[in-house]
């Protein structure tokens, strides 16, 4: 697995990166050889964010933990990447056999100003037709409440989200007949 580190207002020792690399040494079993890890590190005031993205075989999994120490951050995170791993085990152990490598990225929600509505952040995003059910799972991998893709049923672009009473919503594009 290849590892890129980002480094937000800090500067990252060896000894993190070694540790960063033991944890997700032990994730290398479940993802081709074509994975490849980023590790944003962001110091904020006396908080330190360690945000891990691994991405394989068109699957994107995502954790992120803020804690006083980068170190404690990192645990978190990584017991939360296994988690989400456990979770989806059968699910994943069929897409990964079978996915192609595509690198697929899922949109971050903007802040939005009360008076001005202001981008801050604009991405593209490559789409590939999944089933409404592999979105529901990248959704949940990224930790995002929305996930825009292509229905592979319609082949029409859709959203998924996670409604406030946690089930999950489908909005899919009418012409208003």
Same mark, same amino acid.
């Given at each position: @697995?290849?590892?890129?580190?980002?480094?937000?207002?800090?500067?990252?020792?060896?000894?993190?990166?070694?540790?960063?690399?033991?944890?997700?040494? $032990?994730?290398?079993?479940?993802?081709?050889?074509?994975?490849?890890?980023?590790?944003? =590190?962001?110091?904020?005031?006396?908080?330190?964010?360690?945000?891990? *993205?691994?991405?394989?075989?068109? @699957?994107?999994?995502? &954790?992120?933990?803020? @804690?006083?120490?980068?170190?404690?951050?990192?645990?978190?995170?990584?017991?939360?990447?296994?988690?989400?791993?456990?979770?989806? $085990?059968?699910?994943?152990?069929?897409?990964?056999?079978?996915?192609?490598?595509?690198?697929?990225?899922?949109?971050?929600?903007?802040? =939005?100003?009360?008076?001005?509505?202001?981008?801050?952040?604009?991405?593209?995003?490559?789409?590939?037709?999944?089933?409404?059910?592999? &979105?529901?799972?990248?959704?949940?991998? *990224?930790?995002?409440?929305?996930? @825009?893709?292509?229905?592979?049923?319609?082949?029409?672009?859709? =959203? =998924?989200?996670?409604?406030?009473?946690?089930?999950?919503?489908?909005?899919?594009?009418?012409?208003?007949?």
């Amino acid at each position: @697995m290849k590892i890129t580190y980002v480094a937000r207002k800090v500067t990252l020792r060896d000894n993190f990166k070694e540790r960063v690399e033991r944890k997700l040494q $032990k994730f290398e079993k479940i993802f081709s050889d074509e994975a490849s890890a980023t590790v944003v =590190v962001t110091l904020e005031k006396n908080r330190q964010t360690v945000e891990v *993205t691994i991405k394989d075989a068109s @699957m994107v999994y995502r &954790a992120e933990s803020t @804690m006083p120490e980068m170190n404690d951050a990192l645990d978190k995170v990584a017991d939360l990447l296994a988690r989400q791993l456990r979770k989806h $085990k059968t699910r994943l152990s069929k897409r990964l056999r079978t996915g192609t490598i595509d690198d697929l990225f899922v949109s971050d929600e903007s802040d =939005v100003s009360e008076e001005e509505i202001n981008i801050v952040r604009k991405k593209q995003i490559p789409l590939k037709p999944v089933s409404t059910e592999e &979105a529901i799972l990248q959704m949940e991998m *990224t930790g995002h409440k929305f996930y @825009m893709f292509v229905n592979a049923d319609t082949n029409l672009i859709n =959203v =998924v989200y996670v409604r406030d009473d946690g089930a999950y919503g489908l909005l899919e594009p009418s012409t208003g007949d």
